[in-house]
């Protein structure tokens, strides 16, 4: 069965970093395709904030542009999300997202992230 397993959420004050990561676990995996980051603030709707390609195309919403990077190893079917000058906004619970595609499959297969807790407060 495959997981989407996620690290590194905490309380960080306004312009320290954090990174997070996501490992895709599971027998069954043949292929990981698009992997991302989401993130929802308390209220508010859930919003993509990076996503990356296995070739390593990347796109990111523009509150982050410039602060955050998002990079993968396809071998080891992880991604990472490196947020530097965080800010009080950026505060939410961020979501790890992957399309999977198991062995003797056809079809693409959306998996979540539990989700960590991100803070940024002084």
């Known amino acids: 069965q495959v997981q989407l397993v996620e690290s590194g959420g905490g309380l960080v004050k306004p312009g320290e970093s954090l990174r997070l990561s996501c490992a895709a676990t599971g027998s069954s995996i043949f292929s990981v395709n698009i992997m991302g980051w989401y993130r929802q603030a308390p209220g508010k709707q859930r919003e993509l904030v990076a996503s990356?390609?296995?070739?390593?195309?990347?796109n990111y919403v523009d509150a982050v542009t410039g602060r955050f990077a998002i990079s993968r190893d396809n071998a080891k079917n992880t991604v990472w999300l490196q947020m530097n000058s965080l800010e009080p906004e950026d505060t939410a619970v961020y979501y790890c997202h992957a399309y999977v595609k198991d062995w003797g499959q056809s079809l693409w297969e959306e998996h979540w992230g539990q989700g960590t807790q991100v803070t940024v407060s002084s």
């Open positions: 990356i390609t296995r070739g390593g195309s990347t």
